[in-house]
C-alpha cells in the first residue's frame, strides 16, 4: 500500500484565497483524522470520520473551516476564506485498529 | 490544555547512550502510543500500550505505563544518529472513539 497520500505538498496562497486540501487514507481503514501542527499549539486534532461520517469537528477552529469525506477513498479540508493565522503544516491520518498512518502533510503559507 | 505532557522538552544525548522520555496525562486512558516524526515529516507509530499493561519492548524501545501516576516512560537504548528525532505521546481516552490526544513533544537529538 503505498500510504496515506496527501495533496498538494505545499500550499502558498494569498489572505483571503479559498484553499483546499486533499487526503487518500489508506485502503480498508475506517477512520480519518484531520490534524493542524505548529510551532505554537502542537499538533491539535480538527476533525475525524468513521465511515465517512463526521464524528468530532470540536476542534475545527471557527466557520472558515470545513472538511468532507463523500467516500472512503477520499477527504477534503477547505479553509475559505484563508487568513495568514491559517500558516501551519496539515496532516491527514487513518487508522483501522487504534493505530494512526500519517501522511506526509501539507505545509500552508497564507501571505 | 494538553492531556498528555511529554518530560524533557529537549534532550541531547551522545550516540550509543540511553534515552528516556517521560509523559504525564490527566485522564483515565484506554491505550496510550508512542510517535516519531522526522523533521518536515508526518508521524510514524512506534508502540502501543494499553492501559492493563505496565511494559512494552519493540527491538531497542521499551515503554512503561504506570496508570496510578498517570504517566508512561519511552526508553530508546544504544542510541543512533537516525534515532534524531521529537517523540510524541498520544493518549486515547477510549469508548470506541480512537481519537487521540497528542503532547508536545520531546525533541531528541543524537549527537555522533
Known amino acids: 500500500d503505498a500510504g496515506v497520500i496527501q495533496s498538494p505538498r505545499h500550499e502558498v496562497t494569498e489572505m483571503g484565497q479559498e484553499v483546499t486540501l486533499r487526503c487518500k487514507p489508506i485502503s480498508g481503514h475506517d477512520y480519518l483524522f484531520w490534524y493542524r501542527q505548529t510551532m505554537m499549539r502542537g499538533l491539535e486534532l480538527l476533525i475525524y470520520?468513521?465511515?465517512?461520517?463526521?464524528?468530532?469537528d470540536s476542534g475545527m477552529p471557527e466557520d472558515r473551516f470545513s472538511a468532507k469525506m463523500p467516500n472512503a477513498s477520499f477527504s477534503t479540508l477547505k479553509i475559505q476564506p484563508s487568513e495568514p493565522r491559517d500558516s501551519a503544516v496539515y496532516f491527514c491520518a487513518s487508522s483501522l485498529s487504534g493505530e494512526q498512518f500519517f501522511g506526509p502533510g501539507t505545509r500552508l503559507t497564507v501571505l | 490544555s494538553q492531556q498528555g505532557e511529554e518530560d524533557p522538552q529537549a534532550l541531547s544525548i551522545q550516540e550509543g547512550e540511553n534515552a528516556t522520555m517521560n509523559c504525564s496525562y490527566k485522564?483515565?486512558?484506554?491505550?496510550l502510543q508512542w510517535y516519531r516524526q522526522n523533521s518536515g515529516r508526518g508521524l510514524v507509530h512506534l508502540i502501543l500500550?494499553?492501559?492493563?499493561?505496565r511494559e512494552k519492548h519493540s527491538g531497542r524501545l521499551r515503554v512503561t505505563l504506570d496508570t496510578s501516576k498517570k504517566s508512561s516512560s519511552l526508553l530508546i537504548t544504544a542510541s543512533r544518529a537516525a534515532d534524531t528525532a521529537s517523540y510524541f505521546c498520544?493518549?486515547?481516552?477510549?469508548?470506541?472513539?480512537?481519537?487521540?490526544?497528542f503532547g508536545q513533544g520531546t525533541r531528541l537529538t543524537i549527537n555522533p
Open positions: 470520520f468513521n465511515n465517512n461520517v463526521p464524528i468530532d
Open positions: 498520544a493518549t486515547d481516552i477510549g469508548w470506541g472513539a480512537q481519537k487521540l490526544v
Open positions: 500500550i494499553r492501559s492493563n499493561e
Open positions: 485522564t483515565s486512558i484506554n491505550n
